[in-house]
């Protein structure tokens, strides 16, 4: 097995940078959050292993050597800017149609809406992180950042791996806070304010998503 300590400095780097982007806000987090103070925690540790798995099919393809992949066939990643902006519009609709309703008419729905199988959670989370093309990139920046040129394919292996530690971590982990009793009584009582920004910030990440040239 190849020594691993020359590269420890540029691994160090690349995976801070992978933890500074996986806890900030973005369409995965606040998907989970969501979920997990409305649904619960299964719902939410569910929809969060699906942002994971979505992760690191990334990660994989661009070990895989996806980034020349990207240059010949560029045409497929504009049709991935386009379903995954839609899909975060869609999502921005959903969460607007939810703070519109009153507390009575929203609880009336919950009492009568069977939950949302575990799989389909699961495969919500994936298409939020699958279609989403900006995750290409990124982890395209993240392993030039913690593989440099003639590392071997142990430095590679080592970097995915203590990204999926730290995903694990952190994903999951908003899932279980956020599905604590105290935080699902507080999402109550601003429920409506909470549905709001939600769909303000899909609708801004989908506009954006789908006008911003990659």
């Given at each position: 097995m190849a020594d691993l300590t020359p590269y420890l400095p540029q691994l160090a780097v690349a995976w801070t940078?992978?933890?500074?982007?996986?806890?900030?806000?973005?369409?995965?987090?606040?998907?989970?959050?969501?979920?997990?103070?409305?649904?619960?925690?299964?719902?939410?540790?569910?929809?969060?292993?699906g942002v994971l798995t979505g992760s690191y099919v990334w990660a994989i393809l661009t070990a895989s050597g996806l980034s020349a992949l990207i240059r010949t066939y560029g045409e497929a990643i504009v049709i991935l800017?386009?379903?995954?902006?839609?899909?975060?519009?869609?999502?921005?609709?959903?969460?607007?149609?939810?703070?519109?309703?009153?507390?009575?008419?929203?609880?009336?729905?919950?009492?009568?809406?069977?939950?949302?199988?575990?799989?389909?959670?699961?495969?919500?989370?994936?298409?939020?992180?699958?279609?989403n093309p900006k995750a290409i990139?990124?982890?395209?920046?993240?392993?030039?950042?913690?593989?440099?040129?003639g590392a071997p394919g142990g430095v590679m292996a080592?970097?995915?791996?203590?990204?999926?530690?730290?995903g694990v971590c952190v994903f999951l982990g908003f899932a279980l806070v956020f599905s604590l009793a105290p935080v699902h009584r507080a999402y109550l009582k601003s429920r409506r304010a909470i549905e709001g920004v939600m769909a303000a910030f899909f609708a801004f990440a989908g506009f954006k998503l789908l006008t911003t040239r990659l």
């Open positions: 940078a992978y933890l500074i982007g996986t806890a900030s806000p973005g369409p995965a987090i606040l998907a989970i959050i969501s979920t997990s103070i409305s649904r619960g925690r299964q719902a939410g540790v569910a929809l969060a292993l800017k386009i379903v995954g902006g839609c899909y975060l519009l869609w999502l921005a609709w959903n969460a607007y149609r939810a703070a519109r309703k009153s507390e009575e008419t929203y609880r009336a729905q919950i009492a009568a809406m069977p939950a949302l199988s575990l799989r389909r959670q699961y495969l919500k989370g994936l298409g939020i992180h699958i279609t990139f990124n982890w395209i920046m993240l392993t030039s950042l913690g593989m440099p040129p080592t970097f995915i791996a203590g990204c999926m530690v730290m």
